[in-house]
T-cell receptor
Framework: AQSVTQLGSHVSVSEGALVLLRCNYS??????LFWYVQYPNQGLQLLLK??????LVKGINGFEAEFKKSETSFHLTKPSAHMSDAAEYFC?????????????FGSGTRLSIRP | EPEVTQTPSHQVTQMGQEVILRCVPI?????FYWYRQILGQKVEFLVS????????KSEIFDDQFSVERPDGSNFTLKIRSTKLEDSAMYFC?????????????FGPGTRLLVL
């Protein structure tokens, strides 16, 4: 079975600083990887995803993530944090059956931005 | 931009009562899902639904749970006899296709509290 591990349940950075949220996955097959964001009192919004091809994936709001097969990682980065980035971030992997897929989420990382 | 909607946003019920959580998926999507998030825990897959039948369900999705697409627009999750441990945020999602890399679009969630 596939799984996702997010290192650090809470990350705090200063406004303008680099954001790095760590994610490692476990999968016996080439994975489909996702980052979702959840703002307070809102649903889950897709930031970016990796399926095939280029290993550096760019998403919305200036975020990007790099798929590194050798490290089984899919870390999320943003060069300069903004106050509006404060939210919960979920790394996820998709498990695909013959008829449908399901998403397996990590435990989430809460990102706080210090002024 | 099309979005998944869910009603109600909050529901409080007594243990043993039946609840129905409602979702309106994105109109051209064919695959539908329910996930839940118990406070402080991971988002967990419950069930996927395609072509008017369940494609996959987790071990959480026992006989107390059922899903239905009663008409062309709604997708419902019914809990027949609620338990205290059913208290959670329930997310509906939909996707155009069921393949592993397909994006699932999530609704804002229904927060269920069982007393």
């Amino acid at each position: 079975a596939q799984s996702v591990t997010q290192l650090g349940s809470h990350v705090s950075v200063s406004e303008g600083a680099l954001v790095l949220l760590r994610c490692n996955y476990s999968s016996s097959v080439p994975p489909y990887l996702f980052w979702y964001v959840q703002y307070p009192n809102q649903g889950l919004q897709l930031l970016l995803k990796y399926t095939t091809g280029a290993t550096l994936v760019k998403g919305i709001n200036g975020f990007e993530a790099e798929f590194k097969k050798s490290e089984t990682s899919f870390h999320l980065t943003k060069p300069s944090a903004h106050m509006s980035d404060a939210a919960e971030y979920f790394c996820a992997v998709s498990e695909w059956y013959s008829s449908a897929s399901k998403i397996i989420f990590g435990s989430g990382t809460r990102l706080s931005i210090r002024p | 931009e099309p979005e998944v909607t869910q009603t109600p946003s909050h529901q409080v019920t007594q243990m043993g009562q039946e609840v129905i959580l409602r979702c309106v998926p994105i109109s051209n999507h064919l695959y539908f899902y329910w996930y839940r998030q118990i406070l402080g825990q991971k988002v967990e897959f419950l069930v996927s639904f395609y072509n008017n039948e369940i494609s996959e369900k987790s071990e959480i999705f026992d006989d107390q749970f059922s899903v239905e697409r009663p008409d062309g627009s709604n997708f419902t999750l019914k809990i027949r006899s609620t338990k205290l441990e059913d208290s959670a945020m329930y997310f509906c999602a939909s996707s155009e296709a069921g393949t592993g890399g397909e994006t699932q679009y999530f609704g804002p969630g229904t927060r269920l509290l069982v007393l």
